[in-house]
């Protein structure tokens, strides 16, 4: 089988060994072979990238642009085949893998226009007859770091800023995706960009991530994951003087109130609580229902997750796709007795499941009767697993809804104006939704959390320039 390798300095290296990419919907079906780098090649990558920054950096933002726009080209044009390498390697249905190329090309081709509006600003100097100018140049060798369950729209998310607004870039995507990956960096390799401008560094995450993070040569890192591993990242860009944006987890509340419409408010809940099997770092995993809607709310969600099919992710029949690994699998399923053991009540699901091929499916889970203050409900699961919380009123479900160390995105299903108003100011959350789901949003405009669940300027839409560009200002006496 080929070996796909990383792509450095302008060319595809070996690394020091070499994984298979297991499909979690069939375990038989190998999606690829990729190669595992050491931390001499994170040295490569870090020197190619820091040797192209001063060429990038000064290009004409119309060389960005156009490269950028062909990747996008590129992109949406292969959406259908790049969908279901996605779908294959991740598990999410067909439908979710297209949507997610269709982002990852969108992405670019809104940072490929980006890269013409870079501005700055002219100030009036408190001295007379000199002129002040404030401007923003790229930061340097930018390390981007991803996790697994967006691995086209989290990389395109960071790639396309960093290279829109003149930064190089070393790419770390996380160990059981790289296909997708890997596919996005043939794509980039092949847009006419100087070589060590990107690079792609596939291996192990301590030991390639950690590499990036401490090599001196990378001025920022960009990361998204998990709450221990920011933390420990962080930390070494604190301690090492680099800029640090993190994106974390969430355990993210949608409250439907007496006045909702159930079918809105049904369909709502399931969607992000359940679709891509629950794997957003956006899902509803706190439903806070309102007592006089709470019984008809949780037996309707009960018959449409219960009718759910959950299945291989290319059959086109499938509404849910496995859990992506073992590891995850079994996490899931050990919250299931932690929620039964801490006093919930297990409504449905929790279950795994047999299908003709073996792979990770688990049956979506449900628990009701629950409190805030369960272990459940405070830590991230991140699987096809929510709660019900009772509240009695809209005051205590919006109490229920901030009392959490995470704060991505929260919502609310209220026919009420004055509810629907009040919720988006006083959410402590960085995304607030009312009567859509938790999870789904826009690719131009800005996207992160408070609290836990980031640190840092905020990604994507033209806020991305803040992360992404240092503020320079200039004064002149002409
Ligand atoms: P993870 O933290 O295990 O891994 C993320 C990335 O970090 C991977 O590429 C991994 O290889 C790398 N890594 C691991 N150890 C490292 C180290 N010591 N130094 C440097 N890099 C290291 O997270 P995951 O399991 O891939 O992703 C799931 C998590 O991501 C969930 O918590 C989810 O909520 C979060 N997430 C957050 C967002 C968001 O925007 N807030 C979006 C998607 C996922």
């Avoid at 100097?125 to 790229?138: A, F, H, K, L, Y």
Wanted: charged share 20%.
């Amino acid at each position: 089988m080929t070996i796909h390798n990383n792509f450095i300095a302008g060319e595809w290296l070996a690394g020091r060994s070499s994984a298979d990419n297991v499909n979690p919907s069939d375990l038989s079906d190998v999606v690829g072979n990729y190669t595992l780098a050491g931390q001499d090649a994170v040295e490569q990558a870090t020197d190619a990238a820091s040797a192209a920054f001063e060429g990038w950096a000064r290009v004409s933002p119309e060389v960005r642009a156009d490269a950028l726009d062909k990747i996008g080209t590129e992109i949406l044009a292969r959406r259908e085949e790049l969908g279901a390498l996605l779908s294959r390697e991740e598990g999410k249905i067909l439908a979710d893998g297209i949507g997610e190329v269709i982002r990852a090309g969108r992405v670019f081709k809104f940072f490929a226009a980006e890269a013409l509006r870079l501005n700055g600003e002219k100030v009036t100097s408190v001295r007379p007859g000199v002129e002040v100018e404030v401007t923003r140049e790229p930061e340097g060798v930018v390390g981007i770091i991803t996790p697994w369950n967006f691995p086209i729209a989290i990389p395109a998310w960071k790639i396309a800023p960093a290279l829109a607004y003149g930064n190089t870039v070393v790419f770390k995507p996380a160990g059981i995706v790289p296909a997708s990956a890997w596919a996005l960096a043939d794509i980039i390799s092949r847009a006419g960009l100087p070589e060590g401008v990107f690079n792609l560094v596939m291996g192990s995450g301590s030991e390639i991530g950690g590499a990036i993070v401490a090599s001196p040569k990378v001025r920022a890192v960009t990361f998204t994951g998990s709450v221990a591993t920011g933390r420990r990242i962080a930390l070494d860009c604190v301690r090492t003087g680099k800029k640090v944006q993190l994106e974390l987890g969430g355990k993210n509340p949608l409250i439907v109130l007496d006045d909702a419409d159930l079918d809105v408010a049904v369909s709502v809940a399931v969607n992000g609580a359940y679709f891509a099997t629950g794997q957003r770092c956006t899902a509803s995993s706190r439903l806070i229902v309102q007592n006089g809607i709470h019984d008809r709310f949780v037996a309707a969600v009960i018959d449409r997750i219960g009718h759910l099919k959950i299945g291989h992710a290319l059959d086109p029949g499938s509404e849910i796709g496995p859990v992506v690994s073992s590891d995850q699998l079994e996490q899931d399923i050990s919250y299931i007795e932690v929620g039964k053991n801490g006093g919930a009540h297990l409504a449905l699901g929790g279950e795994k499941l047999k299908r003709d091929r073996d792979g990770y499916y688990m049956s979506p889970a449900l628990f009701t009767e629950t409190t805030n203050d369960m272990r459940i409900n405070r830590e991230e699961i991140f699987g096809p697993v929510a709660s019900v919380i009772r509240a009695s009123t809209y005051e205590e479900a919006v109490q229920i809804a901030n009392d959490t160390p995470f704060g991505l995105s929260s919502g609310i299903c209220t026919t009420s104006l004055k509810y629907a108003h009040d919720f988006k100011r006083r959410s402590a959350a960085g995304m607030v939704m009312v009567n859509v789901p938790t999870a789904g949003v826009d690719y131009h405009v800005a996207f992160g959390g408070r609290k836990e669940s980031s640190y840092g300027p905020r990604e994507q839409g033209a806020y991305a320039r803040e992360f992404y560009t240092v503020i320079k200002t200039a004064y002149t006496l002409p």
